[in-house]
């Protein structure tokens, strides 16, 4: 194993806002913006060009608006087409070439659509035939313009960590690596920095154990970096490595994609970089999309507001009852481990005389005489689980996932299943798919843990809005059967 080697070096700090908060923009916006740029100057020049013959040819103060209405038709048609092209994906964009053929050709096809609308509509004595030509000449020199100014932008964006940048860790065998070139890997990923780790060469006993270490090393630096994509520069031949990989990085809650080998790159050494992308194979897939992470994190946010603006007179009166029934703090913090195994604090209304946190943490069981009188009514309708909304706000949290336990108990449980780590895929809830069909309270046995199990991996292979919907409604209906609740 190399310590790691960055395939991208170093060019400038950290990008940040004018407040020193860094700044980051992810390569999902890019075609948005791209998009929204080509439709203003498609706008622009139509006002111009319009605006400008009328001014010039006719004499008179201009009417804009029907040269803007004109402007923004064909700003549609424009960027539906070259989307349609793929032309405002992330990769395409930060190729250095411009597109002068791709741009040219759209627009020939939005001005012989906009001359069909015209004569159509009828639009002639509003927009006049010179003033449609001037449009159709200016147009394309803008879009040139700000196609190139563009990618000079994302070019510098990239080179400042602002757009694109996230470190991508490099699984492979050294004679694959050596032959990746940093700019494909750019184009095709959207990375700055490359994290290497070298896997033997060798297949014995001795060079397994050896990798099982580059492995476990490479594991850990993906989760510290919070790395949302492995590469993998095997051989596709060699399946036997391929699963043994594949089975050490089931942990992560990250994509990995098998590389072009060798052999399938001589044969596409002239394909452009999004041809590249296409040919790497998705061998394990994030639980969740950027796009449904920003929905769920939305809805979280708005929710665990309302939530808390409903229940505060309730955890007011819940805060005054603890403190009067016995001594202690209001409020119970333990250290639990949440999405891709990081620590964070779980706040929860004290309901017992004791506040474990450490290496061994007695799960709560019927009757337990560690409760408080307070405590068992808290627990029985759940309301000692409500400062978990704050945690939820904070990020730590989600308002549905699977329930974190202690620090304790995860390492126990780690040891009885394999599949236990999946469950950090996702954010831990406040309830979850498990709670709401029954399992929840203590895990006497481990047939116990592996129907949680069993039920919280259900729910992170099938998550959806609806799904989370519907469990919040479950569980008021479960908080009112108080299955297993003590």
């Not at 700003?75 to 040219?104: K, N």
């Not at 060798?262 to 061998?283: D, G, H, K, Q, W």
């Not at 943490?361 to 009188?373: G, M």
């Amino acid at each position: 194993m190399t310590d790691g080697s960055d395939i991208r070096s170093e060019i400038n700090r950290l990008g940040r806002g004018s407040f020193g908060i860094p700044l980051r923009i992810s390569e999902s916006v890019i075609p948005y913006l791209l998009s929204t740029v080509d439709l203003a100057v498609i706008l622009i020049s139509s006002a111009v060009a319009g605006g400008g013959y009328q001014l010039l040819v006719r004499h008179d103060t201009p009417n804009l608006l029907p040269y803007c209405a004109i402007g923004i038709l064909a700003g549609l048609l424009y960027v539906l087409r070259m989307g349609g092209r793929g032309h405002y994906r992330f990769p395409d964009a930060m190729e250095p070439r411009l597109e002068t053929s791709a741009i040219m050709s759209c627009w020939f096809v939005t001005a012989l659509l906009l001359a069909l609308l015209a004569f159509l509509l009828k639009i002639g004595p509003s927009y006049s035939r010179g003033a449609l030509i001037a449009f159709g000449l200016l147009a394309p020199l803008l879009l040139f313009a700000a196609r190139s100014l563009s990618k000079a932008s994302l070019a510098a964006a990239v080179s400042h960590r602002i757009v694109g940048w996230r470190p991508i860790v490099l699984i492979g065998l050294s004679g694959e690596v050596a032959a990746l070139r940093r700019q494909r890997l750019l184009t095709q990923f959207g990375t700055g920095d490359v994290k290497i780790f070298l896997l033997s060469d060798a297949d014995s006993p001795v060079a397994a154990l050896a990798d099982e270490s580059v492995l476990s090393s490479a594991s850990d630096f993906a989760r510290r970096q919070d790395c949302r994509e492995v590469l993998l520069a095997l051989p596709w031949t060699d399946t036997g490595r391929l699963d043994f990989v594949r089975s050490h990085l089931r942990a992560l809650p990250t994509g990995a994609w098998l590389l072009p080998d060798a052999n399938i790159r001589s044969l596409t050494r002239n394909a452009s970089s999004e041809c590249l992308r296409t040919l790497a194979i998705p061998v394990q897939s994030a639980p969740l999309t950027e796009a449904q992470c920003v929905i769920k994190r939305t809805a979280d946010i708005i929710l665990a507001t309302l939530a808390l603006l409903f229940f505060s007179p309730i955890m007011a009166i819940t805060a005054i009852a603890i403190k009067l029934d016995s001594p202690g703090p209001i409020i119970f913090r333990q250290d639990r481990k949440g999405f891709n195994k990081k620590r964070f604090t779980i706040l929860k209304f004290r309901t017992m005389t004791v506040q474990e946190n450490g290496p061994a943490v007695a799960q709560a069981t019927r009757d337990d005489p560690r409760v408080t009188e307070i405590g068992r009514i808290l627990r029985s309708m759940s309301v000692d689980e409500l400062p978990q909304l704050f945690n939820v706000l904070k990020g730590d949290m989600s308002l549905v996932g699977p329930r974190p336990h202690a620090l304790a108990h995860d390492d126990q449980f780690e040891k009885m299943l394999s599949d236990y780590s999946v469950r950090q895929h996702v954010k831990p809830g406040i309830t979850g798919w498990a709670q709401c069909n029954g399992a929840r309270g203590a895990t006497p046995s481990v047939d116990h843990i592996a129907e949680r199990v069993r039920l919280d991996l259900w729910y992170i292979n099938n998550w959806s809005l609806k799904l989370d919907a519907q469990i919040l409604v479950k569980t008021f209906s479960e908080v009112l059967k108080q299955r297993n609740a003590y």
